[in-house]
């Protein structure tokens, strides 16, 4: 089915370790988006691509790192685990930005 | 900068009664607006967009939401709620020009009584 995937669907790390989620979608969309939900704080951005290649920092971008070598991916690196990264994960695409977002059913990360 | 308010943190509704979500944003050209829905465990999902023309705009399950300018507010409703219904709703918003990054509310969730 088209849409986004997200991998892994749950994950527990201990601080300072390291991991990467993956994010694909296969709608040929331009623009794809890491946001984070934490209880009462809604969704906050913190990197987001326009295009193959580029990045860009959102509104929480400190502790994470992203890639996009090939457009259908979307990577999101944490270099060294902090409980404060304990939260679910959502990535979205989107053929423009203003066309309303595809959204993965989440990550769940617990940083102990 | 841009902020999206949604006043109410949880709705309680009959099964069958109508239902209102108050979304408010604050911009001062015409925004783009959305409305998403998360089921629990779930991502979101789309539910409806205004981006202009007709203020009145329908979407998917049975929602519609009016953008009303002077009041600067994109209520979500439905005229008879399911319980399959329950679930959290998000407001957003983004500029006409620029990035494009929608803005979002911090949610209503909606709890549906049999």
């Known amino acids: 089915n088209a849409g986004v995937t997200q991998t892994p669907k749950f994950r527990v790390l201990k601080t300072g370790q390291s991991m990467t989620l993956l994010c694909a979608q296969d709608?040929?969309?331009?623009?794809m988006y890491w946001y984070r939900q934490d209880p009462g704080m809604g969704l906050r951005l913190i990197h987001y691509?326009?295009?193959?290649?580029?990045?860009a920092k959102g509104e929480v971008p400190d502790g994470y790192n992203v890639s996009r070598l090939k457009k259908q991916n979307f990577l999101l690196g944490l270099e060294s685990a902090a409980p404060s990264q304990t939260s679910v994960y959502f990535c979205?695409?989107?053929?423009?930005?203003?066309?309303?977002?595809?959204f993965g059913s989440g990550t769940r990360l617990t940083v102990v | 900068a841009q902020s999206v308010t949604q006043p109410d943190i949880h709705i309680t509704v009959s099964e069958g009664a109508s239902l209102e979500l108050r979304c408010n944003y604050s911009?001062?050209?015409?925004?783009?607006l959305f409305w998403y829905v998360q089921s629990p465990g779930q991502g979101l999902q789309l539910l409806l967009k205004?981006?202009?023309?007709?203020?009145l705009v329908q979407g998917i399950k049975g929602f519609e939401a009016e953008f009303k300018r002077s009041q600067s507010s994109f209520n979500l409703r439905k005229p008879s709620v399911h319980w399959s219904d329950a679930a959290e709703y998000f407001c957003?918003?983004?500029?006409?020009?620029?990035?494009?990054?929608?803005?979002f509310g911090r949610g209503t969730s909606l709890i549906v009584h049999p």
């Open positions: 911009y001062g050209a015409t925004p783009y």
């Open positions: 205004y981006f202009s023309g007709d203020t």
């Open positions: 957003a918003s983004s500029s006409s020009g620029g990035s494009y990054i929608p803005t």
């Open positions: 709608m040929n969309h331009e623009y």
């Open positions: 691509s326009v295009g193959e290649g580029t990045t």
């Open positions: 979205a695409s989107s053929w423009k930005g203003n066309y309303g977002y595809t």
